[in-house]
């Protein structure tokens, strides 16, 4: 008995899957007509990711970033830091970067983009890679180092930490700016 039952799942199973190849369903369009009809899909991930972005967020993805950056029209701001050791990287973060006038400046004005090396927080393999990648792209010799780049990654300014508050910063940051 088991012996006919076998063959008989084997033939529902075939007949099954052939049912729903679109070469036998005229109704559906087959995988080179849908991906004439889409969009490409670097303006699929672009729209995908403005949709989503938050301005003034922390991205941590170099490529999302640029993608972003292209699409908005705004520079992106790469806030290279030690941000679980580095007490200067503390007091920018603390001082400027939490700060109102900064998040209000960030939202209309840039891209940002932390690259970190934690000491005692642990990243997956894939972002200390490309993280390492981006520190030896822009000469990373100290942290924090920001660097502003336009949408295809070209260096406008550079900078770090400086005292005075968010104001100040902001001032500083939209002077680095005008001269691009």
């Not at 995988?31 to 889409?38: F, G, S």
């Not at 983009?113 to 972002?127: C, G, N, S």
């Not at 502003?148 to 001032?171: D, F, H, L, P």
Request: net charge negative.
């Amino acid at each position: 008995m088991k012996y006919i039952i076998i063959p008989v799942i084997i033939a529902v199973c075939s007949i099954s899957f052939l049912s729903c190849s679109t070469k036998n369903n005229p109704d559906q369009l087959n995988q080179e007509e849908v991906m004439k009809a889409e969009a490409p899909d670097s303006l699929k991930t672009a729209q995908t990711a403005m949709d989503k972005y938050e301005p003034g967020t922390w991205l941590t993805d170099y490529n999302l970033a640029l993608r972003l950056s292209k699409e908005s029209g705004k520079p992106v701001l790469i806030n290279f830091t030690g941000s679980d050791w580095c007490p200067w990287c503390f007091r920018l973060r603390d001082e400027v970067f939490s700060q109102d006038a900064f998040i209000n400046f960030a939202k209309e004005n840039l891209i940002l983009l932390m690259i970190d090396f934690p000491m005692r927080k642990e990243l997956p393999p894939e972002q200390v890679k490309a993280n390492q990648a981006l520190q030896e792209k822009y000469g990373i010799e100290g942290y924090p180092t920001v660097v502003i780049v336009n949408a295809e990654g070209k260096e406008i300014a550079r900078t770090g930490y400086k005292e005075g508050g968010a104001e100040s910063y902001v001032a500083h940051l939209k002077d680095l700016l005008a001269k691009k």
